[in-house]
């Protein structure tokens, strides 16, 4: 019922900076709590943070907490998905998810992307 496209990832170095966007079909975006995972090869999916309907509150992963900034727009249906000081341990398939609330919990998210790979070398 919802699709989600997500852009925006590639190979970059160590302390680089990358946006990713997840865009959203629709023309009810705005009432979707919107989240951002990812997952590595051999590794279990983890939560990278999660951005209410409105935008006004954002959660984030310990992990990331400080360099990664969720946004959205929701008049252009996308979420946003800002890395700066990138490290080799953030490599990983990033997808975005929506859901009826914001949270970390991949399990409350009903619709999900195919995911963009980003790569951070050394």
């Known amino acids: 019922q919802v699709q989600l496209v997500e852009s925006g990832g590639g190979l970059v170095q160590t302390g680089d900076s990358l946006r990713l966007s997840c865009a959203a079909s629709g023309r009810t975006f705005s009432v979707y709590g919107m989240g951002w995972f990812r997952q590595a090869p051999g590794k279990e999916r983890e939560s990278v943070g999660s951005?209410?309907?409105?935008?006004?509150?954002?959660f984030y992963a310990d992990s990331v907490k400080g360099r990664f900034t969720i946004s959205r727009d929701n008049a252009k249906n996308t979420v946003y998905l800002q890395m700066n000081s990138l490290k080799p341990e953030d490599t990983a398939v990033y997808s975005c998810?929506?859901?009826?609330?914001?949270?970390?919990?991949?399990?409350?998210?009903?619709?999900w992307g195919q995911g963009t790979q980003v790569t951070v070398s050394s």
């Open positions: 998810a929506a859901g009826n609330i914001a949270t970390l919990n991949s399990d409350s998210y009903l619709y």
């Open positions: 951005i209410s309907p409105s935008g006004v509150r954002t």
